[in-house]
């Protein structure tokens, strides 16, 4: 039957067809569905489109190419989608990004050309055939847009009637002539994932931290042979000598507290640091 889009079988709650799960698919669909309703509804003798193969005065179908002997004399119209691309709008397309679960959501436009091959033995009938559906999807193009596109049917082309080629199959192909009407349309996609094994990329991260790792800052404890000794750049306040120092000991009457002498750093020794031993008197050490 000429009303037949090729489809597979569709798993048990999943629809045949649809934006969300065959995106390709469904383009086709909707545009086939477009032009047999639109031919569906002209009167006897003007190209009248009916489900019965036998009797429909056009042939309509996704099919390509389409054999000779399936139409029969009579004009056709089917369809060639082009390449699509993914249009990135915005930074990384991202959505939104949920800091709990770190579910990433993305959106791209996803925009493209269907190409719709009205074919005749008589390439007047074939361009006249081609100007119906490009102004009907020209005047009709809301339905698209309510069908689920982001946009559609701007700036259609008609192209110049020309031999059929590679559409149309079989012996008598050569006396077939196509015109083609481009058809510009655009969808959006939204989709999001969740990284998976979230520990593979902790202990990434972890083995990152530990190859890039800087020099040891301030303030931990010099391995040397001899005394422990704790280095720090934090000096004593130059306008208070006598007020304290940074190692808790604070200003007592009648007593002086001298501040610990500078001295070179002993890995960079153009740095003036304190320098003080850590646990002196503990076994080991004395």
């Keep these: 039957m000429s009303s ?3 489809e597979t079988s569709a798993p048990d709650g999943f629809p045949d067809s649809s934006f969300k799960y065959t995106p390709l698919r469904h383009l086709r669909v909707i545009f086939v569905k477009f032009v047999q309703g639109l031919f569906g509804a002209a009167p006897v003798g003007s190209y009248r489109w009916v489900p019965d193969f036998d009797n429909t005065e056009i042939i309509i179908s996704d099919e390509s190419p389409i054999q000779t002997t399936r139409m029969q004399a009579r004009p056709g119209v089917t369809f060639t989608r082009s390449s699509v691309q993914f249009y990135s709008a915005w930074n990384d397309d991202m959505m939104e990004f949920d800091f709990r679960t770190e579910q990433k959501t993305k959106s791209v436009l996803v925009p ?5 091959n009205c074919i005749s033995r008589v390439d007047l009938e074939s361009e006249q055939i081609a100007w119906i559906i490009a102004e009907h999807f020209w005047l009709l193009r809301e339905l698209l847009m309510k069908a689920g596109f982001f946009d559609a049917a701007r700036q259609i082309t008609i192209s110049a009637p020309s031999p059929a080629g590679s559409i149309v199959a079989g ?8 015109t083609v009407v481009g058809i510009p349309f655009q969808f959006y996609r939204t989709s999001a994932f969740t990284p998976l094994g979230r520990q593979i990329v902790r202990n990434i991260e972890l083995s990152l931290e530990t190859e890039f790792k800087g020099p040891p800052t301030t303030g931990v404890a010099a391995q040397t042979h001899e005394f422990p000794l704790n280095i720090t750049s934090n000096l004593p306040p130059s306008f208070a000598p006598d007020a304290g120092d940074q190692y808790g000991r604070t200003y007592q009457p009648g007593r002086t507290v001298q501040p610990l ?7 960079n020794p153009s740095q003036l640091v304190t320098v003080r ?8 050490t004395r």
């Excluded at 012996?171 to 196509?178: H, I, L, P, T, V």
């Design 171 to 178: 012996d008598q192909a050569d006396e077939y002539f196509s």
């Design 112 to 116: 493209g050309t269907m190409s719709v």
């Design 4 to 6: 037949k889009v090729n």
């Design 261 to 267: 002498p500078l001295q070179p750093h002993p890995l």
């Design 277 to 284: 031993t850590v646990r002196a008197n503990r076994p080991g």
